[in-house]
């Protein structure tokens, strides 16, 4: 049973256009984080949300957590070709301590020139 | 410069042949972990560890174990390879935090393991 569903898995979008990823779970999360990850490199961390409705902004990038803290969205304005990679929601569990890590299967974010 | 160094960065094995991933960070991190990304499955945890001498199972420990004897270094040692093992491994570290939020983990560049 996997405990955060991303979606969509694939998205392949033209340069400039807007989307949105979801992560989604039955579970409450203390706090939550987004991850990209490159071709050959390692996750690296983007955000970590933490109060319910929270939304923060990266540049483009902009992150909800959701008011039950169970599920969170990334949205991406005029996404460029450097926004490609795949990207990972995590989180602790409430009651496992707040350094184990659950991760998101993810979604591999394609942005066509 | 902060980071998550892990050594090689590639590897071909035989079965049964012994081997050794080492992982190291400068960042006096307490928690260290072991993940293996495989198609499909995600990231899933193989062992943890929340200080010197402190380690336990993760989500897939089978065939894996680890030590941690010192605060940077944290070994995954295979003893007897399987091509069941054959993945892309990644080390981790993260602060304890104490303030009821993960700060989330800083990832080496990942370790590809072909066990053949």
């Known amino acids: 049973t996997q405990l955060l569903e991303q979606s969509p898995q694939f998205l392949s979008i033209q340069e400039g256009e807007n989307l949105t990823v979801y992560c989604n779970s039955s579970?409450?999360?203390?706090?939550l984080q987004w991850y990209r990850q490159e071709p050959g490199e390692g996750p690296v961390l983007l955000v970590t949300?933490?109060?319910?409705?929270e939304v923060k902004k990266l540049k483009r990038l902009t992150f909800q957590f959701g008011d039950a803290r169970k599920d969170s969205s990334l949205h991406i304005t005029a996404a460029q070709p450097g926004d490609t990679g795949l990207y990972l929601c995590?989180?602790?569990?409430?009651?496992?301590?707040?350094?184990?890590?659950?991760f998101g299967t993810g979604t591999r974010l394609t942005i066509i020139p | 410069e902060a980071q998550v160094t892990q050594n090689p960065r590639y590897l071909i094995t035989v079965t049964g042949k012994k081997l050794t991933v080492t992982c190291s960070q400068n960042?006096?991190?307490?928690?260290m972990s072991w993940y293996r990304q495989d198609p499909g499955l995600g990231l899933r945890q193989i062992y943890y560890?929340?200080?010197?001498?402190?380690?336990d199972k993760g989500d897939v420990p089978e065939g894996y174990k680890v030590s941690r004897k010192e605060k940077r270094n944290f070994p995954l040692i295979l003893e007897s390879p399987s091509p069941n093992q054959t993945s892309l491994y990644f080390c981790?570290?993260?602060?304890?935090?104490?303030?009821?939020?993960?700060?989330?983990?800083?990832f080496g560049s990942g370790t590809r393991l072909t066990v053949v």
């Open positions: 949300v933490v109060t319910g409705g």
């Open positions: 579970s409450v999360f203390s706090s």
């Open positions: 560890s929340m200080n010197v001498e402190v380690t």
């Open positions: 981790a570290s993260s602060p304890r935090t104490g303030t009821g939020y993960s700060y989330g983990y800083t």
């Open positions: 995590a989180g602790p569990l409430i009651n496992f301590g707040n350094e184990k890590l659950t």
């Open positions: 960042m006096n991190h307490e928690y």
